[in-house]
């Protein structure tokens, strides 16, 4: 009987050892080889069948669309002035001038994507905008771009491009002042595409694939190229300048061809030219002529009864030499356009002409990110059509700075100007003669945040 017990307590050790799915025999109480619970189900004789691959959803549009935007802080000092010379302006930067300390120059957000393989779609407003006339109100929003690229093909060759956008008409134009050295595009090419280089239109661009390509890379590369505006550009738009409401019926026409290659030194070159016609119908705003006189609008003016407008047609011309590591751009332009007069009476059509030409060299650092020192000379003579009353413009300017790009998300820029520029500003005050030349030295200072 002993005996018996013994081997009971054994057997009831052994059997609370082992795993789960124990399965003992009843009679022998030896344990079972495989003790996997028992298949009950019948056998179909039906293998199992391969689990299937989930096929991933298509994305819908707004999947598609990606945020991204920059914002560019500056600080402007008059550190001399010439006396006897007008007050301190810059007409591509409203904060050079007197009792001006930190400014934001530009805060942008861009909104873009494919919707499909045939429209892309780009979406830009801009939230540091001074009205027109605004003495102390800033810092307003104001749409820079909306427009849609209608590709014929999946290849991307051809396309049209509708909506408000960049006119294509010189390679700075073209060029975003996020990838620009210098603080402001010159006064001759951007004196043709005034304020905004924007306009409402319809653009037809040309590109080859493997243009597309070299454009694609002169962007990621950091090589301050200007985007894809086609090999070839053909377009109509209203004329008056996208933050300006339409004042004719007449439509401006523009075309453009560039081509950009590789050079043996591995360097690209990219020559352009370009060309535009059409018909401007100025703004006016009261001065007194040369400073005498009665308060007046001029003549030939939307305000004097001229809706149809003046003559507005130039020719440009464009050569880049893209920065690995020098770098050289030079650009060309003469036309015919509105400007007022020497008399300050009347706009009339006059001749301009001008050009800048910038130097640059791009240093790769290990560790501190790229340092991009530079210099640029601009000339100009002619209208600015987009200030009121098509002051006549004459400038001559030298830029010398060096942009700090530190992180890809922070650059620092600092920049020394020495300029002899027309003071746009019409001025309504006795004895006061408008549009007189400035000439001094600004100094600058950037940080702009890239997201």
């Excluded at 989930?54 to 008059?78: H, M, S, V």
């Excluded at 060309?332 to 910038?358: C, D, F, I, K």
Aim: a neutral charge; proline letters at 6%.
């Amino acid at each position: 009987m002993v005996a018996v017990v013994l081997v009971a307590c054994l057997g009831t050790l052994a059997r609370a050892q082992e795993p789960v799915g124990y399965v003992p025999d009843p009679l022998f109480d030896e344990v079972v080889a495989d003790p996997k619970p028992l298949d009950l189900k019948p056998d179909d004789g039906k293998k199992d069948e391969a689990k299937k691959v989930e096929e991933p959803k298509p994305k819908k549009w707004y999947d598609k669309i990606g945020l991204r935007g920059y914002t560019q802080f500056r600080a402007n000092e008059t550190v001399w002035h010439r006396d006897g010379t007008a007050a301190p302006s810059h007409v591509s930067d409203r904060a050079v001038g007197e009792a001006q300390n930190f400014s934001l120059r530009r805060a942008r957000l861009v909104l873009s994507g494919d919707i499909g393989d045939h429209l892309f779609l780009y979406f830009q407003p801009e939230f540091a905008v001074t009205p027109t006339g605004s003495n102390d109100q800033i810092l307003f929003a104001q749409l820079r771009d909306l427009y849609g690229d209608i590709y014929f093909n999946r290849d991307k060759v051809h396309r049209l491009r509708v909506g408000l956008s960049k006119v294509p008409f010189g390679w700075e134009n073209l060029q975003s002042s996020s990838n620009r050295t210098s603080f402001d595009r010159a006064d001759p090419l951007s004196s043709a595409v005034a304020r905004n280089e924007r306009d409402l239109g319809v653009f037809y661009y040309w590109t080859p694939i493997e243009k597309q390509k070299l454009f694609k890379e002169l962007t990621d590369q950091g090589l301050k190229g200007s985007g894809n505006y086609g090999v070839f550009a053909l377009g109509a738009y209203n004329g008056q300048g996208g933050s300006f409401a339409e004042q004719n019926e007449n439509v401006h026409v523009v075309t453009r061809l560039t081509w950009p290659w590789e050079l043996p030194n591995g360097q690209v070159m990219e020559l352009s030219t370009q060309a535009y016609t059409g018909r401007f119908t100025v703004l006016s705003s009261p001065i007194r002529a040369l400073g005498q006189g009665p308060s007046i609008r001029p003549a030939n003016t939307l305000e004097r009864g001229n809706r149809k407008g003046l003559r507005d047609e130039r020719v440009g011309w464009s050569a880049v030499l893209y920065p690995k590591p020098l770098g050289v751009q030079a650009e060309w332009n003469v036309g015919r356009g509105p400007a007022l007069n020497a008399a300050q009476t009347a706009v009339a059509e006059r001749s301009l002409h001008g050009g800048y030409l910038t130097a640059l060299y791009k240093h790769d650092t290990c560790q501190w990110g790229s340092i991009v020192p530079y210099a640029r000379w601009s000339y100009y003579r002619g209208g600015y059509r987009g200030e009121r009353n098509a002051p006549y413009l004459s400038s001559n300017e030298w830029d010398f700075g060096v942009e700090w790009q530190a992180r890809p998300e922070v650059e620092f820029t600092v920049q020394y100007t020495r300029t002899e520029r027309t003071n746009l500003t019409a001025i309504d005050v006795p004895g006061a003669v408008p549009y007189r030349q400035f000439e001094g030295g600004l100094l600058r200072f950037q940080v702009q945040l890239n997201y």
